[in-house]
């Protein structure tokens, strides 16, 4: 599988507030190879390997409050990357993954992006690594 790139979806309205944050188009992607997966949200990343995910889940629309920027969720100490409220992907880990915070000792078992084709990006991460029969 060749690395596929999936751009996050920008809500007009958000542009300015995240590109203060260093978050604009082209510092926002989630990346898909045959070994990894690897997103940038402006100055923050994520990187893991493709078998650490366990399953994918569409959700959506959320409030806005809830869905644009960095943030964590308090329930499941999840990672949320946001910059649209329309729809996203949730991802989830079985090990846990450091995101949010410089070093290791916080680390988010699900993460939430907001990608401009979730679909897409579901369908990527469920292929196997070699093309063939889905795996999640």
Do not use: K
């Amino acid at each position: 599988m060749s690395r596929r790139r999936f751009e996050f979806r920008f809500d007009p309205p958000w542009r300015p507030v995240l590109a203060l944050l260093g978050v604009r188009p082209s510092t926002a992607w989630v990346d898909v190879d045959a070994d990894e997966v690897t997103v940038r949200f402006g100055p923050w990343r994520l990187r893991t390997t493709r078998d650490n995910v366990t399953g994918v889940q569409e959700s959506g629309p959320y409030r806005w409050w809830r869905a644009i920027g960095p943030h964590l969720s308090a329930a499941d100490v999840g990672v949320t990357f946001g910059s649209s409220t329309a729809r996203g992907l949730c991802i989830r880990f079985g090990r846990p993954v450091p995101a949010l915070l410089p070093g290791r000792w916080l680390r988010h078992p699900a993460m939430t992006v907001t990608v401009a084709d979730p679909d897409a990006l579901a369908h990527a991460l469920a292929a196997a690594p070699d093309g063939g029969v889905g795996r999640l």
